[in-house]
């Protein structure tokens, strides 16, 4: 076993000099930034229910009106990384928004790439470049990094989601802010055409667009259908996985984190292997187990948990009459451009 040095063997009066001098010795904290075999994390295995966070969403509502909150969001923080720095995981930050009947929250952009991952309740938008996209539950939204959106509420009930960015890498960088702007006009026709949804596209008139983000909202209408449609083609104990992609290149929707939907049959139960990146899980039909190594999460519908890299998850769907359906975002898409994503058995 190898053995280094520690700051207190230094002499003082170096100690002093170096610090004069902005320097700092390696070795007495080498171990610290380069552990062996298994990175040191913050994050912990922490779980949000829905049913706790939803009042106080809701009392939010009530003592703090649009105009002055611009967003109404309840973070979910990871106390691994201290609430203060408001992050579920090294790149990821989770907050539950809340929109109420008749309001609007008006249009910004900003350098950190988000998602909306809608909870509950319906006749809410958000107009992202000039598209506007209804917001019903389970539907992903993409807000990418630079894009002009805006949200506004037309029907009679809450709408609450759920943001997703990569807002904790974009400040580590110091390159995150945001510019407010006007309320966008809408544009006449979506970026893609409906039929190219299905994976088929119209002939001829059809080209592609070239544009990093040709679809902006994923409707869980269809990524249900098509997470039945593979589970009813694949063994029993496989898992019905999907990931958003851009569907004219095939690449991640988005180039940070990455995204998927998943069914778990009734019954059924998965064992995701450990990988580098941390996982987030948010059940948006049915209940799921999560287990980890020193933690078990039990999820009802809305529920969030996060769990830190390099840990194996079991899921298990505790209904045997129906499926569960998750949502899962990480940090994989990340972890592959810096060359460090790994899976380990």
Not at 32 to 40: C, E, H, M, Q, W
Not at 83 to 88: F, K, V
Not at 210 to 233: E, F, H, K, N, V
Not at 302 to 312: E, F, H, L, R
Request: aromatic content about 6%; proline content about 8%.
């Amino acid at each position: 076993m190898d053995s280094l040095g520690t700051l207190s063997e230094l002499p003082s009066a170096y100690r002093a000099a170096l610090e004069e001098q902005n320097l700092v010795p390696l070795w007495p904290s080498l171990r610290a930034v380069l552990p062996p075999n298994i990175p040191t994390r913050n994050t912990r295995a922490t779980v949000w229910h829905y049913r706790n966070i939803r009042p106080l969403l809701m009392q939010a509502g009530a003592l703090t009106p649009i105009e002055k909150a611009e967003r109404r969001v309840l973070v979910l923080a990871n106390p691994g990384h201290g609430l203060e720095r408001m992050q579920a995981s090294p790149a990821i930050y989770l907050g539950m928004q809340l929109l109420l009947p008749g309001e609007s929250a008006p249009s910004h952009r900003h350098t950190p790439n988000a998602v909306r991952m809608i909870v509950e309740g319906d006749g809410a938008y958000t107009t992202v470049d000039g598209e506007k996209l209804a917001m019903r539950r389970g539907d992903l939204i993409l807000t990418p990094t630079g894009m002009w959106h805006e949200h506004g509420h037309d029907g009679h009930e809450p709408v609450i989601w759920l943001d997703v960015l990569d807002l904790p890498l974009m400040y580590y960088l110091e390159v995150s802010y945001h510019i407010n702007g006007e309320r966008q006009a809408i544009k006449s026709e979506p970026t893609v055409a409906p039929a190219a949804r299905a994976g088929l596209l119209p002939t001829p008139g059809f080209a592609r667009t070239g544009a990093r983000y040709p679809m902006l909202r994923y409707a869980w209408s269809d990524a249900r259908a098509a997470l039945q449609q593979l589970a009813s083609t694949q063994r029993g104990d496989e898992a019905a996985l999907l990931t958003y992609i851009n569907p004219e290149t095939g690449e991640d929707a988005q180039n940070v984190l990455g995204y998927y939907a998943l069914m778990l049959r009734p019954g059924q139960t998965l064992q995701l292997a450990a990988q580098s990146p941390a996982r987030v899980f948010h059940t948006i039909e049915g209940n799921a187990q999560v287990s980890l190594p020193d933690h078990r999460f039990d999820l009802d519908e809305a529920d969030t948990c996060c769990a830190p890299g390099y840990v194996s998850v079991g899921l298990r769907n505790p209904s045997d009459t129906a499926p569960a359906f998750l949502f899962m975002a990480d940090e994989t898409p990340l972890h592959r451009k810096l060359g460090v994503f790994e899976t380990r058995a």
